[in-house]
């Protein structure tokens, strides 16, 4: 029959789209068939006259591009590049296609194909751009047909060499200053995003002078941006990415706008006025002052007035502004800091004050930060920070804190480098007493004359935690370096203070800390204080002696020669202090291996280290092992083109804690920053992920915590093993009853499963591969273990409810494919009960557990299609019949589900 009117074999071709895009959404290891065979048949069906077809066949390739992303396959993106000529030549002629459907078809998959590998298509951006303009510019354009034209030039912008758009930069300017222009915001909004990502391409290179060719390009889209910030009547989010794209273009291109600055700077501190754009504006001004280029006299005449508005923020609760606020503020001080006076600061510190607290140490960084910033402009304001505006009383008391650590101690290491190298601020000695008279100048009832109290822990013994006498023992060795003091003599000081019988265990823990701190810096071979220390290693207060084998492996650090042979024939010949002794070696190596420096000491004694250390790898206490495989992995660093080999070699060992020791030392390895290592390490790794297979259940729980340290640090080179770990990693998953140990204890039976740990590890590693190598993942294995960990124990049961959140959103196929066994292993979850003579904690793990499951529905309920399935919607009714689980429902909700929509 030749009339087309009753040619229904369209839908048989509309069907075998659907049909290949579900193959290739659901089977990822067919990839490389369908490039080879599907592909270019496809493609050449891109001609289909009906246009339900053609839509259904750039949808299934927009599927295929994005399951080719997901991979990561060399050789799938390899084959991918054969057909991109081919791919963008037919899709240029649909991209002017009268059917708007059509067009949006096209440019969602051109703007998937551009995610998939970058500069995938820089030969071709010429014609893409006469496409996006003619889309752009075209009457019949829908506003979403505009939306993914701008979010494909973004996608070209971010994803390609700036080179291969400079010949091209009419045509995109054009295209992006229509978009701004625009009457609808949210095509106004996108094209801000698009011209605050072109800037770098008119200025690949800030150092370099810009291109004369650009200048009008420049100019047009910084008139196009400033008229919608000075615009009043628009939309939020056109207000907030104006004044973004505004900032980037003055950071970037602010040399050749200079006289601009006069409108752009008062503009924008009005904008900072405002609540509404207050964290955009504030960080807008952040980027302009942290130019490279050299911007930031502009500020001048303003400055006084935006540091006391950013001041004010600093009062408000709203902490994001507060974040903001603090990082802007740095970076005004650090450039302008010169332009202002004292009192201008003080109002800045007065403000900061509260702000030091340990309940959020990230603020408390950035505000110690802003600080030094100030001392470092204006030192004359040092010997302030007592008085009426207490800074140093209240960063002290932050340095007390159990939690004080990371990223807020460097920072305060750094504000009392530059307080005490300051000549008009507080004399180092003074600062030095305030540090040490918490501990000095309190008492406990147990003086340290004795063991301990056994009613008392051991930190009943000291007046302030451990992390307090550890941030304390830096903070003195940074002002006595940094304020000259006699180092030796300080030293002195606090060796006399742990050999005194009268001292306090608080005392003695600082003194010791302190010791290692100053040992770190300076040689003290000379004065004695190995010999208090080896005194303290005697101490029956486990806190005391820690800090004794930190001293001594510190203080051993700063004179190998001297030191380091003596402590080896220690460790051999005092089995009392074994332990003690492996630890400090272990904190001499730690301390060497951290510099080039230190390394190069180390190499001499490496092998008798070594040596050493494999001695006490058999040691039956875990304790002692643990502290030997630390020392391993980071000798092995060292010189790991020797180490490593013959860390493998004791792979095959016949003693289960040689192999125990063998693969955590690995592990330890495996944090190495170092990426020059990063081959060496990769090409190591099958050797001891061959250990996950071990018959030993403790070597493969070790095996599995270093591949989950693997997949974490070091993802591109243990993705390429996935093959041969995954089935004995899934393997790990299982419940095995041979491992369940049923003990009676009077009248009752209780069992204990000994497998829990392994398991857990084996749980863990599942939730860090979807973070590191999801794309590599066979879906319907992974997520098959996820929902029998659903009906595992409770904290596998958290682990499982993570994971199944985190698959709904970034794998929503493949999510539907499991709801139905998923609701109901979530609804057994729900069931759960504790006993009424369940312990407190016992109620409360019931509770989150109850919440982590709704958790997971409503990350369940956004997944597009979900509302097909009545398992779900059972499983949803239940809970909102419970009036606990359905305020979790409402809690957790964070936009309509599709049973909603």
Not at 119 to 146: N, W, Y
Not at 408 to 433: C, Y
Not at 451 to 468: C, G, Y
Not at 579 to 591: D, P, Q, S
Request: hydrophobic share 40%; with cysteine; aromatic share 4%.
């Amino acid at each position: 029959d030749d009339d087309d009117d009753d040619d229904m074999t369209w839908k048989v071709r509309r069907s075998a789209a659907k049909f290949l895009s579900c193959v290739a959404a659901t089977r990822r290891d067919l990839l490389s068939s369908i490039y080879d065979n599907i592909v270019p048949v496809m493609i050449g069906q891109f001609k289909e006259r009906e246009e339900n077809v053609r839509i259904e066949i750039l949808s299934a390739i927009t599927t295929i591009l994005k399951q080719t992303r997901l991979s990561a396959d060399p050789e799938t993106i390899s084959k991918l590049k054969s057909h991109v000529t081919n791919l963008v030549n037919n899709s240029h002629k649909l991209m002017k296609d009268k059917s708007i459907k059509t067009r949006q078809g096209v440019l969602m998959m051109l703007k998937e194909l551009a995610t998939v590998s970058p500069g995938i298509l820089q030969e071709h951006i010429g014609s893409i751009a006469e496409g996006i303009r003619f889309c752009i510019k075209d009457g019949l354009s829908t506003s979403s047909a505009k939306i993914e034209t701008l979010e494909l030039t973004n996608e070209l912008i971010l994803r390609n060499p700036a080179e291969a758009l400079h010949p091209h930069v009419d045509i995109l300017t054009e295209t992006i200053n229509t978009a701004v222009n625009d009457t609808f915001y949210k095509i106004t909004s996108e094209g801000l995003l698009v011209a605050s990502s072109f800037v770098q391409v008119l200025r690949p290179d800030i150092t370099q002078p810009l291109n004369p060719a650009f200048k009008t390009a420049t100019c047009t889209l910084f008139i196009a941006a400033f008229e919608k910030l000075k615009a009043m009547d628009i939309d939020q989010e056109v207000k907030e990415r104006s004044i973004s794209c505004v900032g980037n273009i003055m950071a970037n291109m602010g040399d050749e706008l200079m006289d601009k600055f006069s409108d752009v700077l008062p503009a924008l501190i009005a904008r900072l006025k405002n609540e509404i754009t207050s964290i955009v504006s504030t960080k807008t001004l952040a980027t302009i002052a942290n130019s490279r280029l050299a911007i930031h006299q502009h500020f001048g005449s303003v400055l006084p007035e935006v540091l006391e508005t950013l001041a004010s923020f600093l009062r408000k609760k709203n902490r994001a502004l507060q974040v903001s606020a603090l990082t802007t503020l740095e970076v005004l001080i650090r450039k302008c800091g010169g332009e202002l006076n004292q009192d201008q600061f003080q109002t800045v510190l007065r403000e900061i004050v509260p702000l030091l607290d340990a309940a959020d140490l990230h603020t408390s960084q950035l505000a110690i930060n802003v600080v030094t910033a100030i001392l470092q402009a204006q030192p004359s304001v040092a010997k302030n920070l007592t008085g009426d505006i207490p800074i140093l009383p209240s960063i002290l008391s932050l340095a007390l804190s159990p939690v004080f650590q990371g990223g807020a101690l460097q920072s305060l290491r750094s504000f009392l480098t530059v307080l005490a190298g300051s000549p008009d601020g507080i004399p180092p000695a003074t600062i030095l007493d305030m540090f040490t008279e918490p501990v000095y100048a309190a008492s406990t009832e147990n003086t340290g004359n004795g063991p301990p109290s056994r009613m008392h822990s051991d930190a009943d013994t000291f007046v302030l935690p451990k992390q307090a006498h550890n941030t304390i023992a830096m903070c003195i060795a940074a002002v006595g370096t940094a304020g000259g003091q006699d180092m030796v003599a300080l030293a002195n000081k606090f060796a006399q203070d742990v050999a005194n019988p009268s001292s306090s265990q608080s005392v003695r823990l600082l003194g010791l800390r302190t010791l290692g701190e100053i040992g770190k810096i300076i040689d003290l071979s000379s004065g004695g204080f190995m010999a208090t220390v080896d005194e303290a290693l005697s101490s029956d207060v486990d806190g005391v002696k820690a800090a004794a084998s930190y001293a001594l492996g510190n203080i051993s650090a700063g004179n190998l020669p001297v030191f380091l042979p003596k402590l080896l024939t220690d460790i051999r010949e005092k089995p009392a202090r074994q332990n003690a002794l492996l630890t400090a070696l272990k904190e001499l190596v730690k301390c060497q291996a951290s510099t080039q420096q230190g390394i190069d000491k180390l190499r001499p004694f490496v092998e008798n280290i070594w040596t050493l250390l494999y001695e006490f790898s058999e040691s039956p206490e875990e304790g002692t092992r643990n502290v030997v495989a630390e020392c391993l992995g980071k000798l092995t660093l060292v010189n790991p083109e020797g180490l490593l080999p013959e860390l493998e070699k004791r792979i095959p060992s016949p003693s289960e804690f040689v192999r125990s020791t063998t693969i955590t030392a690995f592990k330890f390895t495996l944090s190495d920053q170092n990426e020059s290592n990063d081959e060496l390490l990769g090409a190591a790794m099958p050797s001891f992920f061959a250990l996950i297979a071990d018959p030993s259940l403790d070597v493969r729980r070790l095996a599995l915590v270093t591949f989950n340290s693997a997949a974490h640090n070091k993802p591109k080179q243990a993705q390429k093993y996935l093959p041969t770990v995954l089935p004995n990693l899934y393997q790990e998953t299982n419940v095995r009853k041979d491992l369940i140990r049923i003990v009676e204890m009077g009248p009752f039976k209780h069992s204990f499963d000994d497998g829990l740990d392994a398991r857990k590890s084996a749980f863990e590693c599942m939730h860090t591969l979807l973070e590191s190598c999801a794309g590599l993942l066979d879906m319907n294995t992974f997520l098959g273990r996820v929902i029998a960990g659903l009906t595992d124990l409770h904290d596998i049961k958290m682990l499982c409810h993570l994971m199944l959140c985190r698959v709904a959103s970034n794998f929503p196929d493949d999510a539907l494919s499991c709801m139905n066994e998923a609701a109901a292993a979530l609804s057994s979850n729900l069931d759960v009960k504790a006993k009424k003579n369940d312990i407190k904690q016992q109620h409360e793990k019931v509770e989150a557990l109850k919440k982590s499951a709704v958790k997971a529905v409503n990350a369940l309920l956004v997944v597009p299609g979900s509302d097909k399935f009545e398992s779900l919607k059972t499983l949803v009714q239940k809970i909102r019949d419970i009036p606990t689980l359905r305020e979790y429902l409402e809690e957790e909700s964070d936009g309509p589900s599709q049973m909603e929509l």
